[in-house]
Structure formats: C-alpha cells, structure tokens
C-alpha cells in the first residue's frame, strides 16, 4: 500500500533525525500533507500506529496532521494562487494554463524529540 510505504521512509527519516541530534525518544511528528497528494489520511495515521509500535524511538510519538491547500501557478503569467474551490480551471487573472506547485506532497515539517 502506498500509504506504507510513505510512512516506512517516513520513519526512517524520523530515526536519521534522533540519531543526529541523539534523542532517545519522539514526542511528535508534524507533517503536511497536500490537498491533492492520493493519500487517504485514515490510512496514513492506521499506518503510522502499526509502524511506530516497532519502533521504540517512536513508541509514543503523536501524529500531527497539517493540510496543505492547494497552490497554482499559471504558466502563462506566472500568477501564483490559491484556488477557491477543487476545480483547477485556468489562471484566475488571465485565463492562462495552470499547474499545481504546492499541494501535493507529504513533508515532514518538524520533530519533537527528547
Ligand atoms: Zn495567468
């Protein structure tokens, strides 16, 4: 599953992180995900449970989840936006191509360790 596998580099991520600053545990894990970013989040916390539980750095981590909105960027002008609803048209200001420059993506955004 894909959500799995995300969250397998995802924890991997967070035990590279402790390793440097050399804490021995996770208090939390913030994350964004994106509008557009095919992840059920359901999933992803069911995922992050099943995984943390093998980790003892992560044993009593809590998941944050952060939504990150969808941004456009029309290719035509260069007008960055935010879309008022789900339906990615054109450029808001001159009816231009557009494609989605934020929103798709699952980010670590921060660690709290001890
Ligand atoms: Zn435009």
Redesign the pocket.
């Known amino acids: 599953m894909h959500e799995y596998s995300v969250i397998s580099s995802l924890m991997d991520l967070c035990e590279a992180h402790a390793r440097k600053h050399h804490a021995s545990k996770i208090e939390r894990v913030v994350v964004s995900i994106g509008e557009r970013c095919a992840m059920d989040k359901q999933l992803f916390v069911s995922a992050f449970e099943t995984f943390k539980e093998e980790l003892e750095l992560c044993k009593d981590a809590i998941l944050e989840i952060v939504e990150e909105k969808v941004e456009l960027t029309?290719l035509?002008?260069g007008?960055v936006f935010v879309p008022p609803s789900l339906e990615y048209g054109a450029?808001e200001?001159?009816g231009?191509k557009v494609r989605i420059s934020k929103g798709t993506q699952m980010t670590l955004l921060s660690l709290e360790m001890v």
């Open positions: 029309c035509a002008c007008h450029c200001k001159c231009g």
